[in-house]
């Protein structure tokens, strides 16, 4: 018996919602920022490949610059970017947090690069591999 997508979702919250609840201080997180950090590299890793092995793409030009750029299409990918590093604010709070906040730089040399890897590794490769859509998800088949 197949489980509907929206039950599926409810019991895959609370699954993940459970261990969250059982946290104290922020110290506590280091196991689930690590499994996260697997799972991003995990999906991102999965999806790359169904992209790549999607072979339905036909012979797709590159340019520098796409053909019927607007401004607005450039603003949106400016925001786009500005969003995907929003979340900096938080550091402070990070810092203050840490029993040794001397060790932060430490540990934004570890974040830091592999953020800025991981979105370069989609943005390449996605691009490079020719997703055929004008919106990287929406061409993963």
């Known amino acids: 018996e197949h489980v509907c997508l929206c039950t599926a979702t409810l019991l895959g919250g609370l699954a993940?919602?459970?261990p969250v609840c059982w946290l104290r201080s922020l110290s506590?997180?280091?196991?689930?920022c690590l499994i996260n950090s697997i799972?991003?590299?995990v999906v991102v890793v999965l999806a790359l490949a169904a992209v790549a092995q999607d072979t339905t793409r036909s012979n797709h030009a590159t340019h520098?610059?796409?053909?019927g750029l607007t401004f607005m299409d450039v603003l949106g990918t400016f925001t786009n970017v500005i969003y995907s590093y929003s979340g900096q604010w938080?550091?402070?709070e990070l810092m203050q947090t840490m029993a040794v906040p001397s060790d932060f730089p430490r540990a934004f040399m570890l974040s830091g690069p592999f953020m800025v890897?991981?979105?370069l590794l989609v943005a390449l490769l996605g691009y490079g591999l020719g997703v055929?859509?004008?919106?990287l998800v929406a061409g993963v088949p």
Do not use: C, E, R
């Open 64 to 67: 520098v610059v796409t053909p």
């Open 28 to 32: 506590d997180s280091v196991i689930i």
């Open 16 to 18: 993940l919602l459970l």
């Open 132 to 135: 055929g859509h004008d919106d």
């Open 117 to 119: 890897g991981i979105y």
């Open 39 to 41: 799972l991003i590299v």
């Open 90 to 92: 938080m550091y402070f």
